[in-house]
């Protein structure tokens, strides 16, 4: 199994920038897959960004050129960079790892608002 420890959030403006740590109790390399979601109230979650153990990407359509996951293995964790919020990123966002089973973080509050 797997802990997982996401911080970053907070209030930020239209047009600006955060970058969401999602901190692993294991190695990453042990894990085949590790994700962000968000989910805003009264929608359901859903899939930001995700990295497989072999490094590809993938990418909702509507973060696209903005957002991006990164990860560093020897801090056993991965990163989601936030670029040109806008007010409909507002939402909570998790970190999944995906094993034999999924496991989930606690989620980071993210407000964008002027």
């Known amino acids: ?15 600006g920038s955060l970058r969401l740590s999602c901190t692993a109790s294991r190695s990453l ?9 968000r989910q805003a109230p009264g929608k359901q979650r859903e899939l930001v ?21 990164s990860r560093d293995n020897a801090k056993k964790t991965v990163y989601l960079q936030m ?7 507002t939402a909570v966002y998790y970190c999944k ?3 034999l089973r999924d496991y989930w973080g606690q ?3 993210v407000t964008v608002s002027s």
């Open 1 to 15: 199994q797997v802990q997982l420890v996401e911080s970053g959030g907070g209030l930020v403006q239209p047009g």
């Open 29 to 37: 390399y042990s894990i085949y897959t590790m994700a962000w979601y």
């Open 49 to 69: 960004a995700a990295m497989i153990s072999g490094g590809s990407t993938n990418y909702a359509d509507f973060v696209k050129g903005r957002f991006t996951i």
């Open 83 to 89: 670029n040109s919020l806008k007010p409909e990123d």
């Open 97 to 99: 790892a995906v094993m």
């Open 107 to 109: 989620g980071t509050q």
